[in-house]
């Protein structure tokens, strides 16, 4: 609080006029009293008016927070708390007792809310591929974790393995999908060809040798399959279609670059909100630079545009190793929450985000909008605070929209090769505060294998 004081002008002009009429005794005795009165009064007032810093006052100055932000408190994650700072200033040598009223000082603009921050990891989990949640009350969890799945009836707290019977031994399993119309009915993508059972208690059984990297059951039409592959030379395809629940398959990626061979696709999620709208996480073939990373957005007729990603998306530049925009993001992931209408796209750590070796997580709130131009995207996490330089990704998996809400994340924090460190990560704050999860894994089932 800053007090304004003035009238009393002290003079040693005024002070001479009067030692002429005064004994020189009693005009220094006066002149000291006068100067100890305005030591007591500096001391009682203390007026905060910027000038020089000085240290901190007594704990009973009154304080300001700093513009950071504080972050609520999670199981297994530390907090940061905002540091107070009174403030500092220096007295003028023109003082009067303060008015009744403190003048308030104009209060200095915040800034808006850092992104939040999660730390280096405490605790480390195998490597995640695959998460699907069935529209079951109470839901059911399936996780692909290497070359396993798992359920979890408890929202995440234990899982138990999945029997794999009808699964070739050793075959790699790549993502789950669940018929949301009838949620018995599950797939499995594996290295061998694609899967399905329609009971908990029957075998797999082959659908179709086709390679599957990513796989959605259509929302409106449980025959129709939208799948992500490799790219394949005979349908000249990443993304396709099929109308007879796998058994054959037709080129579904008009308007998709493909960059220069290699491109597969990450990610497909129907929109349930409109399942006439599609997404898609596609990653072009690249030769010689660092694989780029895409949201793209689609309908039923297999027909995509990309969606710009505006301040985030790449900018060119001569250096090679550099591009203008250190904030760029090549999308690894999508997840969707229908009750928010957010699309969550996770980021790559590359050498085009320059010294900053944080992972982002976007979000868009209106990735349906139909003018793609108007899609906007803001960040709404930075995960994995440690030093670099590492080359990760955070990648969204899945979002429970039910109470408590879950929002499912997965981090590779990995800083040297041939030893990976692998985070899961759930906010049921829409990303503002984050918990670790430990995956305790029952291994019971997997001789099924």
């Known amino acids: 609080m800053k007090f304004a004081i003035t009238g009393l002008r002290i003079s040693m002009t005024t002070w001479r006029k009067r030692g002429a009429t005064l004994a020189g005794m009693c005009a220094k005795a006066a002149l000291a009293l006068a100067f100890s009165a305005w030591l007591f009064a500096a001391a009682a007032c203390r007026p905060p008016i910027p000038q020089t810093p000085t240290p901190p006052p007594s704990p009973t100055a009154p304080s300001v927070p700093s513009v ?36 308030p000082v104009p209060a200095t603009p915040t800034p808006p809310p850092a992104p939040t921050q999660v730390p280096w990891p405490e605790l480390t989990v195998p490597y995640v591929k695959s998460l699907v949640i069935t529209p079951d009350e109470p839901p059911v969890y399936y996780l692909v974790v290497d070359n396993a799945l798992y359920r979890s009836l408890d929202r995440g707290a234990t899982w138990s393995a999945e029997a794999l019977a009808g699964i070739p031994a050793g075959a790699e399993v790549t993502c789950v999908a669940v018929d949301y119309r009838h949620p018995q009915t599950m797939y499995l993508a594996t290295s061998q060809g694609l899967y399905r059972r329609e009971r908990a208690d029957e075998p797999w059984g082959l659908v179709n040798t086709l390679r599957v990297t990513a796989l959605a059951v259509d929302l409106l039409n449980s025959d129709v399959l939208w799948a992500g592959i490799p790219w394949d030379t005979a349908m000249r395809a990443v993304i396709v279609k099929s109308s007879d629940r796998g058994r054959t398959w037709s080129k579904a990626d008009y308007g998709v670059g493909i960059g220069d061979g290699n491109a597969w696709v990450g990610a497909i999620l129907i929109n349930p909100n409109n399942p006439n709208i599609l997404w ?75 010294t900053d070796w944080t992972c982002r997580l ?10 793609s131009a108007e899609v906007r995207w803001e960040v709404v996490a930075m995960l994995g605070t440690a030093a670099g330089p590492r080359m990760n990704a955070v990648r969204p998996l899945a979002v429970d929209a039910r109470e408590p809400k879950s929002l499912f994340v997965f981090l590779d924090v990995t800083r040297e090769i041939g030893q990976p460190q692998f985070q899961l990560l759930v906010s049921h704050d829409d990303g503002k505060t984050w918990e670790e999860i430990a995956l305790h894994l029952d291994l019971t089932g997997l001789e099924d294998l």
């Not at 999670?74 to 023109?94: D, E, F, G, N, Y």
């Not at 301040?311 to 591009?323: A, M, Q, T, Y």
């Not at 976007?362 to 003018?371: G, I």
């Open 68 to 103: 950071a932000p504080t972050i609520t408190e999670a199981p297994q994650v530390p907090t940061w708390t905002a540091t107070s700072r009174p403030p500092v200033a220096t007295l003028t040598a023109t003082l009067l007792p303060p008015p009744a009223t403190p003048t």
């Open 280 to 354: 898609a996480h596609v990653r072009p073939g690249t030769r010689h630079d660092w694989p780029r990373g895409y949201v793209y957005r689609g309908g039923r007729d297999g027909t995509w545009e990309r969606l710009p990603l505006g301040e985030f998306d790449f900018v060119s530049s001569p250096n090679p190793f550099g591009g203008e925009n250190e904030d760029v993001c090549f999308v690894s992931g999508l997840a969707y929450d229908p009750n928010l209408n957010a699309l969550y796209a996770g980021c790559d750590i590359s050498y085009y985000n320059g």
């Open 362 to 371: 976007l979000c868009s709130r209106n990735a349906d909008a139909p003018n």
